[in-house]
């Protein structure tokens, strides 16, 4: 029998660099083929879908202002790197026959949609994947904030962190062999003892919003649909 599940709307946040494959930098098609297939299995299990994907395997505003980049600047590539990542994810959607929506922060017409709330609610009871790009918007922020504020507003249930390992531990488990997962965590102790799960805005506006947020392996085939019929390992980060 098909996997069930019991989310009806829920945000997937990736980095950039979950694009880049192997290759250090930009896009590798094949995995961002890999991922879009992960996401068609859970879009057919009839789940409505808000994607919030990365910009850092392009450009990133604290790099660039580092180099001696204006950092508004900087941060405006960051999130012009987003959008050409969200473009790569709806063409490889669009290939497995997936309806999406590419939805801007920065309007920019010619490319995408404008950010407009209750469209972008249309778009997912209409079952087409709104893939939210260019951050926020602003400067000084990231996309992590940006799935935290998007979510919030499609009201999504949870935000579905796909990273490359099944969740948060104590300390980082590729340094360390004793290194010990969290089934759960709360948001204050992610804050406490700095977690690493998202920067420390995107998690205070999580926690004051009452979004659960869901660490899990993308690395993992079939990890996200496995995750959200409520098997396989991760992390539940909440109040
Ligand atoms: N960015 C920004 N405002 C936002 C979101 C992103 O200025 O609301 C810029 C920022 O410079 C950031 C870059 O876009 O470094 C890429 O986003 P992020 O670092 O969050 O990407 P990820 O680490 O998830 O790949």
Redesign the pocket.
């Known amino acids: 029998s098909p996997a069930q599940t019991t989310f009806k709307r829920v945000l997937l ?5 979950a694009l880049m494959g192997d290759q250090g930098f930009g896009l590798h098609p094949p995995t961002v083929e890999r991922i879009a297939a992960e996401v068609k299995t859970v879009h057919d299990m009839g789940v409505e879908i808000c994607m919030v ?5 392009i ?6 202002s580092a180099q001696g980049m204006e950092r508004t600047t ?6 012009l ?2 959008v050409m990542n969200a473009l790569g994810m709806q063409s490889a959607l669009e290939g497995l026959g997936i309806h999406t929506r590419v939805i801007s ?1 920065i309007p920019m017409d010619q490319v995408c949609e404008p950010y407009i709330r209750r469209r972008a609610v249309r778009h997912l009871e209409k079952a087409r994947v709104c893939i939210f790009a ?13 799935a935290t504020l998007r979510a919030s507003e499609m009201s999504c249930e949870a935000i579905f962190k796909g990273t490359k390992v099944d969740g948060v531990y104590d300390k980082d488990p590729a340094l360390h062999d004793d290194a010990v997962r969290y089934d759960m965590v709360s948001y204050d102790d992610v804050l406490q003892k700095r977690l690493g799960v998202m920067d420390a805005s995107a998690i205070a506006l999580a926690r004051d919003n009452n979004l659960p947020i869901i660490v899990f392996s993308l690395d993992e085939p079939g990890g996200f649909k496995g995750i959200l019929a409520g098997e396989g390992t991760y992390t539940r980060v909440e109040g």
């Open positions: 946040k990736i980095s950039g660099e994907i990365g910009g850092g395997n450009f990133r505003g604290l790099q660039g900087a941060d405006y590539m960051g999130m790197a987003t922060a260019a951050g926020t918007g602003n400067p000084y922020f990231t996309t992590d904030t940006a």
